[in-house]
């Protein structure tokens, strides 16, 4: 039996200026715990062949922490598996407050 392909959550239609409330991204994304009961992945726990599309990055942005689509680099905590993936472009998806 196959599964079902992900229903991908599209970015919003309009622009945010500010992060969104966790809640918000809680509801449309679903993040998933670490098998150690953690939220977040540290860059090495994600494996090599993992997309994108269902991970986003822990940043701390002038000690606020935020959630961006994909994986990014400069000022990362780690990562937030999810169980529904992100659509359309990583820069289309607005911040999140983590």
């Not at 942005?61 to 990362?76: E, I, K, Q, S, Y």
């Amino acid at each position: 039996m196959t599964q079902p392909a992900p229903l991908f959550v599209d970015p919003p239609k309009r622009t945010f200026r500010r992060p969104r409330r966790s809640e918000t991204f809680e509801k449309l994304f679903n993040s998933l715990e670490h098998h150690d009961g953690s939220p977040i992945y540290e860059p090495w726990e994600v494996p090599k062949d993992a997309d994108g599309r269902y991970w986003w990055t822990v940043l701390d942005c002038d000690g606020r922490l935020l959630l961006a689509a994909g994986f990014h680099f400069v000022n990362r905590i780690g990562y937030i598996k999810c169980e529904r993936p992100w659509g359309g472009e990583w820069s289309d998806h607005p911040e999140y407050f983590y």
